[in-house]
């Protein structure tokens, strides 16, 4: 079972890393422009948004949204932390192992030939740090490609600075 006090924990550390590598990709000329890495932002922020918006029983209606920038993704990315807390914040227990049911299960089912098993909304806030994890890997590697320099966003790091709080640019 996943519990509250994990999920805090990983949430904060993912806002930390995010607003880490939104600091990275604006400091860079090359990194603003590159399309491959706002692909991988713009993919990292929807699914963030997408559980939120599954969590709370809303339609997932203009997902993925148009940005005329990389600032307009960053600041839409930054709005969902406040969003995502207020709404993890205020579930019971109960309602945090309750199965949830995501409208993309067909796709799964299709992909991976059988059914998913049933998730409750704990696992999928996990599934979801679990995600932003793997991808800012993707956009740290993307920046190093650029000749940008990636932030350095473990876990791990995040522990032992303190449990820092996010520095969006």
Same mark, same amino acid.
């Given at each position: 079972m996943?519990?509250r006090?994990?999920l805090?924990?990983?949430?904060?550390?993912m806002?930390?890393a995010?607003?880490?590598?939104? &600091?990275a990709?604006l400091?860079?000329?090359?990194?603003?422009?590159?399309k491959?890495?706002?692909?991988y932002?713009?993919?990292?922020?929807?699914v963030q !948004?997408?559980?939120l918006?599954v969590? !709370?029983g809303e339609?997932?209606t203009?997902?993925p949204?148009e =940005?005329?920038?990389a600032q307009a993704l960053?600041?839409?990315?930054r709005?969902?932390?406040?969003?995502? =807390? %207020?709404h993890?914040?205020a579930l019971?227990?109960?309602e945090?192992?309750?199965?949830?049911a995501? /409208?993309w299960? %067909?796709m799964l089912?299709? !992909?991976?030939g059988?059914p *998913?098993?049933?998730t &409750?909304?704990?696992?999928t %806030?996990?599934?979801? %740090?679990?995600?932003s994890?793997?991808?800012?890997?993707?956009?740290?590697a993307?920046?190093r490609e650029?000749?940008a320099?990636? *932030?350095?966003?473990?876990y791990?790091?995040w522990?032992?600075?303190?449990?820092?709080? *996010?520095?969006? /640019?």
């Amino acid at each position: 079972m996943v519990n509250r006090e994990t999920l805090n924990d990983l949430f904060r550390q993912m806002e930390w890393a995010d607003a880490a590598v939104w &600091t990275a990709v604006l400091a860079s000329p090359a990194a603003v422009e590159d399309k491959k890495l706002r692909e991988y932002l713009t993919h990292l922020h929807v699914v963030q !948004r997408a559980f939120l918006l599954v969590w !709370r029983g809303e339609p997932l209606t203009g997902l993925p949204p148009e =940005f005329s920038d990389a600032q307009a993704l960053m600041n839409w990315s930054r709005d969902y932390y406040s969003q995502a =807390f %207020a709404h993890l914040d205020a579930l019971s227990d109960g309602e945090l192992n309750q199965p949830l049911a995501l /409208p993309w299960s %067909a796709m799964l089912e299709a !992909r991976l030939g059988r059914p *998913p098993a049933p998730t &409750t909304k704990a696992e999928t %806030a996990l599934q979801v %740090a679990m995600h932003s994890t793997y991808h800012r890997g993707q956009i740290n590697a993307r920046l190093r490609e650029i000749g940008a320099e990636p *932030p350095l966003v473990d876990y791990i790091v995040w522990l032992w600075q303190g449990r820092p709080a *996010p520095v969006w /640019p």
